[in-house]
């Protein structure tokens, strides 16, 4: 890997790389005998073209090719089959752990718990780097003339079960975010999956859907053009793109919900190649680019990476199994 200085982002680069520090990565890009990849990089994707990891890889794709920061090609490969369990079961079984790594969604911890046929051990892959914290905005159609939570949930109840709330996956962040309005509103809202974000959010747009909870990079370019409009965050404190949309805290409701954004290596992947990716995307994270893009897409969250990710992937796996279970998704 080149070592290219990307950016001026130099106290986010130097928390990545004091995170990377801390947890004894001692190789250094560039550095003579360091592990690079020998052909190109599969970088699966555990959702849809079109969706807000969909396009956070390829963003991530540009910069690595932009700025020669390998010699080979990391290649985005979408698959969204049965709510990301397509993409586990790939990188579970890679001929090739040192060239296959995989960007997440909290699917990550939902699918193997849904499914557990699928015998996937999430504690078993490597930890590469969490890059982002996504974020979820409750959606309608601008042409519902509905502004604000009170009148949509007003709207809801009027139609029952006829009423749509398109989204990714069966039991996925999306429904799980759909059982909680429908819960805490006393809705029936049906909940209708689709493959990836990008879709649900046509789907919005196009009318065939009464609402959403997209993120902000899923719906951004329909709300720009004054198709959609966001009612409110299921953030802490309000996003400052959307900053007329109150948090569901604000409102009485006392529900935060962010969506992991992380590489993942495949298990088995090399203590070497493990240090490669980690340092190559702690560069990334550092950049002008991607700084610019978690602000433009309404991002959150610091680089985490090693045993720190590896513990919150356990502690977001125990909380969504409690959800799941809530819902009646699993036992």
Do not use: C
Not at 137 to 157: E, M, P, R
Request: avoid cysteine; proline fraction near 5%.
């Amino acid at each position: 890997m080149k070592k290219v200085k990307i950016s001026g982002r130099v106290g986010l680069l130097g928390l990545a790389i004091g995170l990377l520090t801390g947890l004894s990565l001692a190789t250094i890009p560039g550095d003579a005998g360091a592990w690079e990849p020998k052909k190109p990089v599969e970088f699966i994707i555990m959702a849809g073209k079109g969706g807000g990891a969909d396009k956070a890889v390829r963003f991530m794709q540009n910069i690595i090719a932009k700025h020669k920061l390998s010699s080979k090609p990391f290649t985005p490969i979408n698959k969204p089959g049965g709510t990301g369990a397509e993409a586990l079961i790939h990188v579970k079984g890679a001929k090739d752990p040192n060239h296959t790594i995989m960007f997440t969604l909290n699917s990550f911890y939902t699918t193997p718990l849904r499914q557990p046929k699928i015998k996937v051990d999430i504690s078993k892959f490597t930890p590469i780097g969490r890059m982002a914290e996504d974020t979820f905005l409750l959606w309608v159609h601008k042409d519902s003339g509905i502004t604000n939570v009170k009148q949509f949930v007003k709207a809801a109840k009027a139609k029952g079960n006829a009423w749509i709330m398109a989204g990714t996956g069966k039991n996925s962040e999306d429904n799980l975010l759909t059982d909680f309005l429908n819960k805490a509103y006393g809705l029936s809202m049906k909940y209708v999956p689709y493959k990836g974000g990008g879709r649900v959010a046509k789907e919005l747009a196009g009318k065939n859907a009464n609402s959403t909870v997209n993120n902000p990079s899923e719906q951004l370019g329909f709300y720009q053009a004054g198709k959609t409009v966001p009612i409110a965050a299921f953030t802490p404190a309000r996003l400052p793109l959307f900053s007329d949309a109150p948090t569901f805290k604000e409102l009485g409701k006392d529900f935060v919900y962010f969506m992991q954004r992380t590489v993942v290596g495949a298990p088995g992947m090399s203590k070497e190649a493990a240090t490669y990716y980690r340092q190559l995307f702690a560069q990334i994270y550092g950049s002008d680019e991607w700084q610019g893009y978690m602000t433009k897409k309404s991002l959150q969250g610091g680089f985490i990476t090693g045993k720190i990710l590896m513990s919150y992937w356990l502690r977001e796996k125990a909380v969504h199994k409690v959800m799941l279970q809530k819902m009646g998704a699993i036992k």
